[in-house]
């Protein structure tokens, strides 16, 4: 009898112990699969922040060159400003130079005197 008692006692043992390594093992598979998913994560969390990166170095390009456009302008803009007073100053030219010829046109012809 002391033989099926500890037969028996064996068994309730090993299928503790066997319930124990089931239920241990269930926890690790939580656990791994927790550890995977914060794995994704930060894999995920690198992407962005490379994709952020890249963004800022677009951004900072495209500053760089709108600032050269914009200074390309101001350039053209001055050039512009110039070319008018210069436009002005041959208008001005121009009609000094048709009015004393026809001035000088109506003196030739003897214009009448009174």
């Known amino acids: 009898m002391n033989s099926e008692k500890l037969e028996q006692l064996l068994i309730q ?9 089931k239920q241990e093992q269930d926890r ?11 794995s994704d994560t930060v894999i995920a969390l690198a992407r962005a922040e490379e994709k952020l990166i890249n963004l800022e170095t677009s951004r ?28 002005n ?6 009609w000094i130079a048709v009015t004393s010829a026809v001035g000088s046109l109506l003196v030739f012809l003897g214009m009448p005197t009174k």
Not at 60 to 87: C, F, M, P, S, Y
Not at 89 to 94: A, C, E
């Open 13 to 21: 043992h090993l299928e503790q112990d066997q319930l124990k390594s």
């Open 28 to 38: 690790l598979n939580r656990i791994e699969d927790k550890i995977d998913k914060l």
């Open 60 to 87: 900072t390009e495209i500053l760089d060159t709108l600032d050269n456009h914009e200074e390309r302008l101001d350039k053209h803009e001055a050039r512009l400003q110039d070319g008018d007073v210069t436009l």
């Open 89 to 94: 100053t041959i208008t001005r030219v121009f």
